[in-house]
């Protein structure tokens, strides 16, 4: 159970505070919403609280572990399949998962990807959204404004060995 304040991770969305608690009727059941405000677009989000385990919503790391998410990014590439529909595939599955560890491995292997071969249109808006995940949980982990977290990103990408 999380509690108003908390700052919690959405998968496929990103990071967030907890705002309150709302109680809304749906098809003649009363059902109980976090409300979730994601900083990135100012977004509000309503999360069923029976389905926080399902959803994967977990706590924002803490910030002792910021420089461990910045040093994925500077490790090398992970081997990615030649085939793009494969590729993709396990890129969405680790963006699902939710885990900012993975997310920093998407991050990662498409930002190199681009560098070297560049990216079809899909792989960039995953590369973007994906980004937008990371920066999300590293702005509330961080204690950092947008253009600190995406500077951090941007400088540590390129000093990946």
Known sequence: MFNVGDKVVYPMHGAGTIEGVEEREILGKT???????????????????DNTEEIGLRDVIPASEVEKVLNVLRQECTAMSSNWNRRYRNNLE???????????????????????????????????????ILISELILAGNWDREEALQKIETTLSLET
């Open 94 to 132: 680790k963006i699902k998962s939710g885990d900012i560890y993975e997310v920093a491995d998407v991050v990662r292997n498409l930002s190199s990807r681009e560098k070297e071969k560049g990216l079809s249109t899909g792989e960039r808006k995953m590369l973007d959204s994906a980004k937008e």
């Open 31 to 49: 059902h109980r919403y976090y409300v979730l405000r994601l900083p990135i677009g100012d977004m509000k989000v309503l999360i069923p609280v």
